[in-house]
């Protein structure tokens, strides 16, 4: 299992474009990722899931990646976070 601390760094935060590439990403994976905020913790593959988590500029989250392609995962979404959702 991967588990990884991500700020972010996007201006407009987690909001519904954002939201979808991250979900996009997710489920190219077979991995299971899961994202917790707080004491919330949903399936990082759901829109909804990830949208009810409220993620604004500069908050933090935690990333849990388990399966065979973990560190391909992993490495996508730290890449994601890295250059602000401007993919």
């Not at 399966?67 to 976070?81: N, V």
Request: proline share 0%; hydrophobic share 45%.
């Amino acid at each position: 299992m991967q588990v990884k601390l991500l700020t972010m760094n996007n201006r407009e935060g987690l909001n519904a474009s954002n939201a979808a590439l991250f979900v996009k990403i997710s489920a190219s994976f077979a991995s299971k990722i899961r994202a917790e905020k707080g004491n919330k913790k949903i399936d990082a593959k759901s829109i909804m899931g990830l949208l009810s988590l409220g993620i604004k500029y500069g908050d933090t989250l935690l990333i849990f990646v388990d399966g065979d392609d973990e560190k391909e995962a992993t490495l996508a979404i730290e890449e994601l976070f890295a250059c602000n959702f401007t993919i």
